[in-house]
C-alpha cells in the first residue's frame, strides 16, 4: 500500500491536508476554541478624520503643558513614524504616533505634578533649621539633597516627612518650655520666692 504524503497532495485516512490552508468540516461545538491569529497585513489606508482629531488633539495638550509650539511637536512626531507629514500616515501607523504623543503629555505631567512638589517643600521648610534638616533627610534616603533631581515618589515621601516634623515640634517646644520652668523652679526656688514676695509688696503699695 503507497501513501502519498507529500505537500497538497496529502491524503491520508480520508481527510485532506493542506500545509498552507487547514480547514475543519466537522466541529464539536462544545469543543470548539477560537484562536484569534492576528494578521501580519499592514493597513495601508490614509488616517481617517477621528484618528486626525485625536492627534491634534494630543498635540495641543503637549503644546498647553509647556513642551514646545504644536509645529515643532508635530515635527518631532513625524520624525518617529518617517514621514513628512500627516498626509503620509497610514491607519497602521496611527497607533505608533497615539504611543509617543502620550508618553510625552504624560512626562510633562509628571513635571508640572514635580515642580509644585518642590514649591511645596522649599515653602514649608522656611522657619528655623527646617531646610537643613530636610536636606539631610535626602541626602540620607535618596542620594542628593538637590530637589529639582527627586523623582515624584522621592518628592511625596519628602513632604510627607516634613509635615510630620512640622507638626511634632510644636509639641516638643512646648515639653521643653514646661521642663525649663521646672528646672528655674528647682534650682532657684528661694530666689523665685523673694521676687514673688517682693511684687506681691510693691502691687499692694501702688494699688
Not at 504644536?70 to 518617529?80: G, K, L, N, S, T
Not at 503620509?88 to 510633562?108: G, H, P
Not at 533627610?137 to 509635615?163: E, K, V, Y
Request: with cysteine; proline share 2%.
Amino acid at each position: 500500500m503507497t501513501v502519498n504524503s507529500t505537500g497538497s497532495q496529502n491524503r491520508n485516512a480520508g481527510r485532506d491536508f493542506n500545509e498552507n490552508n487547514i480547514q475543519i468540516e466537522r466541529v464539536d461545538a462544545q469543543r470548539t476554541i477560537n484562536i484569534a491569529i492576528p494578521s501580519t497585513r499592514e493597513d495601508d489606508r490614509p488616517l481617517v478624520k477621528a484618528q486626525r482629531k485625536e492627534l491634534n488633539k494630543l498635540v495641543m495638550s503637549i503644546a498647553e503643558a509647556g513642551e514646545g509650539e504644536a509645529y515643532e511637536i508635530w515635527q518631532r512626531m513625524h520624525a518617529e513614524i518617517g514621514v513628512s507629514s500627516i498626509d503620509e500616515m497610514t491607519v497602521n501607523q496611527y497607533q505608533t504616533a497615539v504611543s509617543f504623543l502620550q508618553a510625552i503629555l504624560d512626562r510633562c505631567k509628571d513635571g508640572d505634578a514635580r515642580k509644585a512638589l518642590v514649591h511645596l517643600l522649599l515653602r514649608n521648610s522656611e522657619e528655623g533649621d527646617s531646610r537643613q534638616r530636610l536636606i539631610r533627610f535626602c541626602h540620607i534616603n535618596f542620594g542628593t539633597g538637590r530637589f529639582n533631581d527627586l523623582t515624584r515618589p522621592q518628592l511625596q515621601m519628602a513632604l510627607s516627612w516634613l509635615d510630620e516634623e512640622n507638626q511634632t515640634k510644636p509639641a516638643n517646644e512646648s515639653t521643653k518650655n514646661h521642663s525649663d520652668i521646672a528646672s528655674w523652679l528647682k534650682d532657684y526656688p528661694k530666689e523665685i520666692i523673694v521676687v514673688f514676695i517682693v511684687g506681691v509688696v510693691v502691687g499692694a503699695l501702688f494699688f
